[in-house]
């Protein structure tokens, strides 16, 4: 079993968006462990403030699986992947850490560079 860091976020429809990515992490993991939710202004665009929360988690799924597992919880709140970088989002979920993985492992940087520099990371975690 591997102990796995994920960030979340979202500024659309945040309270529903975050409740059902947590239920859907539950159902698929179980046990989690859950920051403080975080609220933070959007960086970079106009727009609602976010909620920000770390989640930790056990699993044994490989990386390059759990980022897809990933990737259809987001996709499932609505996010299409082709927003632009800068913008609003439904759900954002990021791999922060993965083990003691460090650099670039099964495509996804690890640790995620943001947990050194932005609040909304530093701060739930």
Not at 22 to 42: N, P
């Given at each position: 079993?591997?102990?796995?860091?994920?960030g979340?976020?979202?500024?659309?429809?945040?309270?529903?968006?975050?409740?059902?990515?947590?239920?859907?992490?539950?159902?698929?993991f179980?046990?989690?462990?859950f920051?403080?939710?975080?609220?933070?202004?959007?960086?970079?665009?106009?727009?609602?403030?976010?909620?920000?929360?770390?989640?930790?988690l056990?699993?044994?799924?490989?990386?390059?699986?759990?980022?897809?597992?990933?990737?259809?919880?987001?996709?499932?709140?609505?996010?299409?992947?082709?927003?632009?970088?800068?913008?609003?989002?439904?759900?954002?979920?990021?791999i922060?850490?993965?083990?003691?993985?460090?650099?670039?492992?099964?495509?996804?940087?690890?640790?995620?560079?943001?947990?050194?520099?932005?609040?909304?990371?530093?701060?739930?975690?």
């Amino acid at each position: 079993m591997v102990e796995v860091l994920l960030g979340i976020g979202s500024n659309i429809e945040r309270r529903r968006n975050i409740g059902l990515a947590v239920a859907a992490l539950r159902q698929c993991f179980g046990g989690l462990r859950f920051s403080s939710v975080y609220e933070a202004v959007a960086i970079g665009f106009d727009g609602e403030p976010f909620y920000n929360l770390v989640v930790g988690l056990c699993t044994d799924l490989e990386l390059p699986v759990l980022q897809n597992r990933l990737k259809d919880l987001e996709a499932a709140s609505g996010r299409t992947g082709h927003e632009a970088r800068w913008s609003g989002r439904t759900l954002d979920i990021d791999i922060l850490t993965y083990g003691d993985c460090v650099g670039v492992c099964g495509g996804v940087v690890l640790p995620r560079p943001e947990i050194l520099f932005n609040a909304y990371v530093l701060q739930p975690l």
